[in-house]
């Protein structure tokens, strides 16, 4: 069975301050993985999205890396700000079907505190 | 650009009603979602279409019913809505599939079912 399993499951941090969150994932065969942002009462919005031979891709403060060997990925937020306070939802599609599968994590809640 | 747009954002519902939830989106995207998101766990699909005319089941479809006449609106029914049914509602779209492009999202609609 797919799975995506995300730590920690939540986290605070001073405004500032950077940090990484952690996504595993056991999902085969693979063909993309993607980070979502999510504000509290707000749907999902599309950080970033990362094929198997993309081991970095950056959008802005976001870096998200991906190690397909190990099936892990990270996504590493530098110098926090108040609005990054969200919940990081990871996301993995195996490419099997012709809509693809989508198994997604139960998210990192992150809180940037002033 | 209104992007996808759900309505309600919030409904009360009783066990046994029905209901349709609304979603719209302006982006002439093919592809079109429902996933619903329980507390702490990751979001599941309940139906997806690929095209005006076309839908299949998900991963979570029983007691819900979709249709697609047009490339914009993809309502989702429920018949006879039931406790286990509330939940958090969300409407996505994707320009082709989603091996390779981002979901946008709805904010979702807030059911609840007493």
């Known amino acids: 069975k797919n799975q995506v399993e995300q730590s920690p499951q939540s986290l605070i941090i001073l405004e500032g301050k950077n940090c990484t969150l952690q996504c595993n994932y056991t999902v085969s065969p693979f063909s993309n993985l993607r980070w979502y942002k999510q504000d509290t009462g707000r749907g999902p919005v599309s950080l970033t999205i990362?094929?198997?031979?993309?081991n970095t891709k950056s959008n802005g403060r976001y870096t998200a890396t991906l190690d397909a060997d190990t099936k892990q990925s990270s996504l590493h937020i530098t110098a926090s700000q108040l609005s990054d306070s969200a919940s990081y939802i990871c996301v993995v599609s195996d490419g099997n079907s012709g809509y693809s599968t989508l198994t997604f994590g139960k998210g990192t809640m992150l809180l940037v505190s002033p | 650009n209104a992007g996808v747009t759900q309505t309600p954002k919030f409904r009360i519902l009783k066990i046994g009603q029905s209901m349709t939830l609304q979603c719209t989106q302006d982006?002439?995207?093919?592809?079109m979602y429902w996933y619903r998101q329980d507390p702490g766990m990751g979001l599941k699909l309940i139906y997806y279409s690929v095209g005006a005319g076309i839908t299949d089941k998900g991963e979570v479809p029983n007691g819900y019913n979709v249709s697609r006449s047009t490339t914009e609106d993809f309502p989702l029914r429920l018949e006879l809505a039931a406790p286990s049914q509330t939940s958090v509602y969300f409407c996505a779209s994707s320009y082709g599939t989603a091996s390779n492009q981002p979901q946008h999202f709805g904010d979702g609609t807030r059911l609840s079912i007493l």
């Open positions: 982006m002439n995207h093919n592809y």
């Open positions: 990362m094929t198997f031979s993309e």
